[in-house]
């Protein structure tokens, strides 16, 4: 069985960057697609972005962005750890959330979740 | 704003039946893009509960079930009991943005 664990900073401090890892384990990270989103107070569930590997030739994961996040975000993958992380940066209370890291498919149906990391950004 | 629209919160007795609406729009559910549901306890992971509409993921109990007409979509938990207590988001696709899209979550409370 497939298991996420996110691991983070908990607390940083605003302007500063954010730095997410999610170690999964019971499953290769280059089959189906992997997320981060978030859980917001008051605003929801939103993605952050999402990665995935192509035909068996394709060697390089390709990298997706939200828009709204795109300048401050920046996604790695280190398939032979099989784990992959989040950078963000100049972060601001408003990024204050719970980052949860999800395998899923090019149209979420996420099977699999991190319980996620609570990140606070403090002003 | 969450790009598909659910009520805030629902409550029932328990053994009621309880629905939860999920209203999209002509880019999301009504054009034709699979519908999932999950549960989510604060603190812990999501869990997938309904995926493609109305397919329940082995271990998911039979009283919960989905459906699925035009640009909305509901998740009907019957026989109520008080592990139904949480909060359930829906979740599908939005082709004029590209990218999935959540729900804002709805708060089952089991009185």
């Known amino acids: 069985q497939v298991h996420l664990q996110e691991s983070g900073p908990g607390r940083v401090k605003a302007s500063e960057t954010l730095s997410l890892t999610c170690a999964v384990s019971g499953g290769s990270i280059r089959s189906y697609y992997w997320y981060w989103i978030r859980e917001s107070p008051g605003k929801g569930l939103d993605w952050i972005a999402y990665f995935y590997y192509g035909g068996s030739a394709n060697l390089s994961p390709s990298l997706n962005y939200n828009p709204s996040l795109k300048s401050r975000v920046t996604m790695s993958v280190d398939a032979s750890k099989n784990h992959f992380s989040l950078k963000m940066t100049s972060v601001t209370p408003a990024d204050t959330a719970i980052y949860h890291c999800?395998?899923?498919?090019?149209?979420?149906?996420?099977?699999?979740w991190g319980q996620g990391t609570l990140v606070t950004v403090s002003s | 704003q969450s790009v598909l629209t659910q009520p805030p919160s629902v409550s029932g007795a328990p053994g009621q039946r309880v629905t939860i609406s999920c209203t999209g729009s002509?880019?999301?559910?009504?054009?034709?893009?699979?519908v999932h549901w999950y549960q989510h306890l604060p603190g812990t992971a999501p869990k997938l509960v309904i995926y493609?509409?109305?397919n329940r993921p082995s271990g998911v109990p039979d009283r919960i079930s989905a459906s699925k007409s035009g640009a909305s979509a509901s998740l009907a938990i019957s026989g109520l009991q008080a592990e139904d207590e949480a909060f359930y988001f829906c979740?599908?696709?939005?082709?004029?943005?590209?990218?999935?899209?959540f729900g804002g979550g709805t708060k089952l409370t089991v009185l």
């Open positions: 999800a395998r899923g498919g090019w149209n979420g149906r996420f099977d699999t």
């Open positions: 002509g880019s999301t559910i009504g054009a034709g893009y699979d």
């Open positions: 979740q599908s696709y939005d082709s004029s943005l590209g990218v999935v899209v």
């Open positions: 493609g509409d109305t």
